[in-house]
């Protein structure tokens, strides 16, 4: 049975719950269903001032606690909350399951959508080439990936020096040739590297490669390569004479394109060229012999900037000393000449 006060509580419960827009909470919803299985004895609501009023004609009058439509077909079925009660229990189940639903749709987009690491498969001999890599030591452990792959040559990406340096590594299988920055460089402005192999007797493979890296410090790379023919000689360029020398630098192991005289001793040329298994940047002096006067630069990772190779060598003429200097890696590569004289001379 429901005291007065009791059956207001339920009417307002009630219509909170059956709204267009009902909500309750749990104790509300707990509340609801506890005075309802109280109220579900009797039908009617008894009025504590005494017995109900009755019609002339004996039917018992409508109260106003009966007013609401909702509590007037339950007061006729007293059965009827339990299955509106259950309906919103199924409805608030059914709304937490779309809230969850929801949820694990968006996670799945996420996943479906976020940025998808591009993977490259490389041929088993190609991965016995990385394993040479990762053999030698000379990379971060884990640091090397594969970022492209140019006709036959692999370019991959690594580190050095607990990350310190980045670098790119090009290889045919037979020719590694590392170019190395430091990663603050490389993080500012990239870098790139070029790898020229032999295609046959007449054509040549250029593969460049451009690194750099992303807000979260991984390697991005774009790769590309084309072929070429070369002169039969250096005529074009050079005299009878260089043009011996040049053709004696190829076979001594530097590359052919990248082959250029940077100035002159006197009548004898200074040359510039990349060693072909190295990737060296060196300077050789005359370069006519089996043995010449030379000097290379690894590019040390952790240098950035202007680069310069010098070496002295003695002034036969003033019996002093020359210095040739040959600056590169930061704007216009050129060769600077200074002359000491000998002790005591004069001028």
């Given amino acids: 049975m429901l005291d007065a006060e009791e059956a207001v509580e ?17 104790a509300e919803m707990e509340r609801l269903e506890e005075l309802g299985s109280r109220r579900d004895g009797d039908p009617r609501v008894e009025h504590p001032s005494g017995p109900e009023p009755v019609t002339p004609g004996g ?35 059914i709304a937490v399951a779309i809230v969850v639903v929801f949820g694990i749709g ?20 190609q991965q016995q080439w990385q394993q040479r890599l990762v053999d030698g ?6 640091s090397i990936r594969v970022m492209a792959v140019e006709a036959d040559v692999v370019v991959w990406a690594a580190t050095k020096g607990d990350g310190a340096s980045t670098c790119l590594v090009f290889s045919d299988g037979e020719v590694y040739r590392p170019t190395c920055n430091g990663a603050d460089a490389v993080r500012s402005s990239g870098m790139d590297a070029v790898l020229t192999v032999d295609v046959d007797d ?7 490669a451009q690194l750099f890296l992303t807000l979260d410090g991984r390697p991005a790379v774009i790769a590309n390569s084309f072929m070429y023919s070369e002169p039969d000689d250096f005529g074009t360029f050079y005299d009878a004479e260089e043009t011996r020398i040049a053709e ?5 192991g530097f590359e052919r394109t990248s082959l250029w005289i940077t100035g002159y001793d006197r009548e004898t040329p200074i040359w510039a060229a990349t060693r072909t298994a190295t990737g060296e940047t060196c300077v050789i002096y005359d370069g006519s012999d089996e043995s010449p006067l030379s000097l290379c630069d690894p590019i040390p990772a952790e240098e950035t900037g202007p ?41």
């Fill in 137 to 142: 030591g000379e990379y971060d452990a884990g």
């Fill in 10 to 26: 339920l009417r307002a419960l009630q219509a909170r719950a059956y709204g267009r827009e009902g909500r309750l909470t749990t």
């Fill in 307 to 347: 680069r310069s190779l010098v070496f002295e060598r003695p002034d036969e003429e003033t019996g002093g000393t020359t210095r040739i200097s040959y600056a590169y890696g930061a704007g216009p590569s050129y060769l600077e000449i200074t002359r000491d004289p000998a002790p005591g001379s004069v001028g």
């Fill in 106 to 125: 968006a996670v799945a987009g996420w996943l479906l959508t976020r940025p998808a690491e591009h993977v490259i498969v490389i041929s088993e001999a």
């Fill in 202 to 208: 007449e054509l040549k493979r250029q593969v460049s």
């Fill in 59 to 93: 039917e018992v009058a409508s109260s106003e606690i009966d007013a609401h439509p909702h509590d007037q077909e339950s007061a006729e079925n007293p059965s009827i909350d339990r299955p509106r009660r259950s309906a919103i229990r199924r409805a608030i189940t």
């Fill in 248 to 252: 004696n630098l190829v076979a001594l």
